[in-house]
């Protein structure tokens, strides 16, 4: 990876983040109500953000740009772990 891969990243992960704060889908009544099955905008934003991201990848698999042989088998403990971090800190931030 390059300087210039992760500056990329960064700045994309950014303008993802500011889209989700802008159009208020980090408040919590809006996440609430996701778990309660009445606002499902944050449900269809992420899978929005999921399909995009897949037609990009497959599109650039398509033009030549990547290779997706690369990808490396999940590791389920890495996983396990990660989960509980994230969940632990969304718990602590009291989401």
């Known amino acids: 990876m390059t300087t210039t891969d992760i500056l990329v990243a960064l700045?994309?992960?950014?303008a993802f983040g500011w889209?989700?704060?802008?159009?208020g889908l980090n408040r919590y009544y809006k996440i609430a109500n996701v778990f309660r099955f009445t606002d499902l905008a944050v449900l269809r934003f992420m899978m929005s953000g999921m399909l995009v991201g897949m037609v990009g990848?497959?599109?650039?698999?398509?033009?030549?740009?990547?290779?997706?042989?690369a990808v490396t088998a999940t590791v389920l403990a890495a996983n396990i772990v990660g989960g509980l971090i994230f969940g632990v800190g969304m718990a602590l931030a009291g989401f």
């Open 11 to 14: 700045v994309l992960g950014f």
């Open 57 to 69: 990848v497959y599109t650039l698999k398509y033009l030549g740009v990547v290779d997706l042989t």
């Open 19 to 23: 889209v989700l704060d802008k159009s």
